[in-house]
């Protein structure tokens, strides 16, 4: 699932060298996506649209593997 989250948001940042994915486990794993400040526009889209897609295939991946997951997009500092 990290991944999969990182191949997505590399493919939509000008700098995908400052792509961060941190993955933290448990019952419901929950993975942290950093991005370069320029890039942060590109990533949550108008209105949130991108990140929201970017939830549900990531659930969609983890359903797969009988697993619930979550994903938060911090600001980067």
Do not use: F
Not at 26 to 52: F, Q
Not at 64 to 74: H, I, P, Y
Request: aromatic share 2%; no cysteine.
């Amino acid at each position: 699932m990290k991944e999969l989250i990182e191949y997505i948001a590399k493919s939509l940042v000008d700098s995908p060298d400052e792509v961060v994915v941190t993955e933290t486990k448990g019952s419901r794993p929950r993975l942290g996506l950093t991005v370069a400040k320029e890039d942060m526009g590109r990533v949550i889209g108008k209105g949130g649209k991108v990140a929201n897609s970017i939830r549900v295939l990531l659930r969609v991946a983890a359903e797969r593997q009988g697993k619930q997951a979550t994903l938060d997009v911090s600001d980067p500092s």
